[in-house]
């Protein structure tokens, strides 16, 4: 069947282009009954976050939403008149597909052909995000950022609002490539905010760049606009692609953008609000504490500081906020299948493995652990996976690689590979002297409580050999069983992998055969079968001694018949 990789099509044929803009994808969420709209007046400081934070924490994923907050004040009384969409991203996979204008099964097509073949953007000369401009004295008149309902993402432990879906554009000062990067902001005043670009962030590369030459970096931070912006911004692609381009391949046609009015930059022409400014390359001050990913407070860190020149937005601009911190999150899900399929495609056509899925374990674990599906074509393919994966950017606690049959995102599934088709001792490798990764042990590795190396454990959960049949119904048998239950009404099914038998390998014809007798009422033919394999037990026997000289005598023959497989 032929991937979904362009632009979807209306009933009556004509092809839809991608979202012009983030209030035409907030219709279509609505429309499809994934927008939930608060009437309700809501704290911004203490109500907001937490409120949205409960469906990732009490809903299963099918069931969340986007949150479009409609009445806002803050914990002093002050009302906003901006509208607050958070969830509106990826509160699931569903959302995210949606956005992409794609079905859940096209993601990793639409990934694929966006990092094969990303577009440029073009410029033009005017957009709706500069309809209403605040520069100069009207920029502080105005509030600067204190009139933006940026919430609270932790209550109870956060010691500001931050900025959580902020795309922040610059340029390298040698080259003029440009960088979007997703990184939290904490507000510092109505015109100062904090960048946590970290030491990976390509940022921190111009950063220092100026640096060298005595200058400030231009900054201009883009919130709001069409999906496939954030959805950029947020992956991990080498130094020097520019993720507006690659924007433009998961829209399927060019982004427009205009020219900043302070900065030397350029921003999508119709994204919500757009925040321009400098970031000063002399200096540095910290930033947090700040709720993060691993599931932990970050207690604050050394990072930049971005001094406001001038706010843009829409005549009618949305304030777009990410929910962030333990795992899963809107935050989480929105890097998650673009990781995954990055990963993917290093393995195919870096390392040269037959790859079928890689999946990052998002809940409660933030990608630390990463299991591979592969069809085994050379002996050695697993480790070469399995090593294949230690350079990513994404530092992996764990990384596991299975067989085609398993699940790779189903937990149980993966713990019944490691549990049955792995022996610790010859399947299992720890690699020493690898990066701390990103979780608390990286505050207090002192050498004494934590080393500060730490260590990446790859395991082989494939099959080295045939292995009996699956006990589960065939598929048939299964699917029949399957229709009789939904014509019963019984309760709804979420069939969980596997839900039907297959040989893996040892499973003789005679036993075949046996199996076809019992289903066709012929079972009694089978006793002839056993009456074959019977023997005289002379006296003095010991019972277990017969049990283990019958069961080495059956493996050798099962294993002249190893190696035929169906599902």
């Known amino acids: 069947m032929r991937l979904f990789q362009q632009p979807a099509r209306t009933q009556q044929g004509s092809i839809m282009a991608y979202y012009k803009n983030l209030s035409e994808y907030v219709q279509v969420l609505e429309r499809e009954g994934l927008l939930f709209r608060v009437k309700k007046p809501i704290n911004k400081d203490t109500e907001m976050h937490p409120l949205v934070r409960w469906q990732f924490r009490g809903l299963d994923e099918q069931q969340r939403k986007a949150f479009y907050f409609e009445e806002i004040y803050d914990s002093k009384g002050k009302k906003y008149d901006i509208p607050v969409l958070i969830g509106g991203l990826a509160a699931s996979q569903r959302i995210y597909a949606l956005g992409l204008m794609c079905k859940e099964g096209e993601v990793e097509a639409i990934w694929t052909q966006a990092l094969e073949k990303p577009i440029e953007p073009i410029l033009v000369k005017e957009g709706p995000v500069q309809e209403v401009v605040y520069q100069g004295e009207e920029l502080i008149r105005c509030g600067g950022l204190y009139k933006l309902p940026i919430p609270i993402s932790t209550p109870g432990f956060d010691n500001a609002p ?13 080259t003029g490539v440009r960088n979007m990067g997703v990184y939290r902001g904490q507000i510092k005043g109505p015109l100062k905010t904090g960048i946590m670009w970290g030491s990976l962030k390509h940022t921190a590369i111009h950063w220092e760049k100026c640096n060298e030459r005595g200058i400030p970096l231009d900054a201009a931070i883009v919130l709001g606009g069409p999906p496939c912006i954030t959805y950029a911004a947020v992956q991990p692609v080498p130094y020097g692609v520019d993720e507006v381009a690659l924007a433009g391949g998961l829209a399927r046609g060019p982004l427009e953008m205009v020219r900043c009015k302070t900065v030397d930059l350029e921003v999508p022409a119709h994204a919500d609000i ?11 001050e910290p930033d947090g504490p700040f709720g993060e990913a691993h599931g932990y407070l970050d207690p604050g860190d050394l990072n930049g500081v971005f001094e406001v020149t001038c706010i843009t937005h829409k005549r009618n601009p949305i304030y777009v906020s990410m929910i962030s911190q333990l795992t899963p999150s809107e935050s989480s899900k929105i890097k998650q299948s673009a990781y995954e399929t990055l990963a993917l495609n290093h393995l195919i056509k870096n390392v040269g493995v037959a790859a079928r899925r890689v999946a990052l374990y998002e809940d409660l674990l933030n990608r630390q652990v990463a299991v591979i599906q592969i069809k085994k074509e050379k002996p050695d393919d697993t480790w070469r996976a399995l090593e294949g994966l230690l350079p990513s950017r994404v530092i992996h606690k ?19 590979a490691m549990a049955n088709r792995c022996q610790p001792h010859r399947d299992m490798k720890i690699v020493p002297n690898r990066p701390l990764p990103w ?4 505050y207090v590795a002192d050498g ?6 730490d260590s990446t454990l790859l395991v082989d959960a494939t099959l080295k050999a045939p292995f009996p049949p699956v006990a589960l119904p065939k598929r ?15 309760p709804k099914l979420n069939p969980r992998p596997p839900w039907s038998g297959y040989s893996l390998g040892m499973w003789p014809d005679e036993a075949v055969i046996q199996a076809d007798n019992a289903v066709a009422g012929n079972h009694s033919q089978n006793a002839e079968y056993s009456s074959r394999k019977g023997i005289k037990v002379p006296k003095g026997a010991k019972f277990m001694d017969l049990k283990k000289k019958y069961l080495a005598d059956e493996l050798a023959e099962l294993k002249k018949h190893a190696g035929k497989k169906d599902k």
């Open 162 to 174: 931050y900025l959580t879906a902020g795309c922040w554009i610059t340029k390298d000062p040698d």
């Open 274 to 284: 757009v925040i321009e400014g400098k970031i000063p390359s002399d200096y540095l």
């Open 398 to 416: 764990i990384i596991v690689c299975v067989d085609e049959d398993i699940d790779p995102h189903d937990a149980q599934s993966l713990l019944w």
């Open 439 to 442: 979780n608390p042990i990286r």
């Open 448 to 453: 004494e409580h934590y080393d500060v190396t």
């Open 476 to 490: 048939p048998f299964m699917e029949r069983a399957r229709e009789i239950w939904d014509e019963l009404g019984l």
